[in-house]
């Protein structure tokens, strides 16, 4: 060895992250924009349409609005919509549409969608479509320093503002419906 090794730095023992995927256009505009704007803007249309045999007629129609978009950046989906899983279900007796997602590969996508109408259809028969209170939620991929899998539960606002509310659950339906619930119970 000689004295200008001695001096010269060692490598980290620790790895370092590297910079994990950014998104794929098709998979986080959908998620985050497509199907967050349709369905807070009216969500008994929305629930209608993913309640209904034809729901991956309409996520092939809101995936064909973004294509334009997204081909502005040279980027094709790597995926259709009859990839996507759509589950319809309740949140205690709230009606909740969710859309599976394709496997995420960059950070921010998402692995789940939830649209939450906060109306007990038994109880109230709504007259304002627009105006009826709902929420939107996501499950995505996020970025941790030592490249371990990592969540992050997050909600959107009909404004467009996102919400981060940190480390989210285990990427499995079961796990996100219990999130929703334990979210719309808070803010009841």
Known sequence: ?????????KPAETPVATPQMNPRCHHYTLAHYGLRQLGLQDPLLYLGALGSPRA???????????SDHCAQRNEVADFGAADLKVHCLRIGVFPCAVVEMTEPLGTTEAFFTALVLLVDPAAVTPEERETLPSRYFTLEKGFSLDATPRT???EWTKDGTHLNYGDGPAPNLDDFLGRIEEACQERA
């Open 152 to 154: 992050v539960f997050g």
């Open 56 to 66: 991956h007629e309409f996520l092939g129609m809101v995936m064909e609005d973004l």
């Open 1 to 9: 060895m000689n004295l200008f090794n001695f001096f010269r730095r």
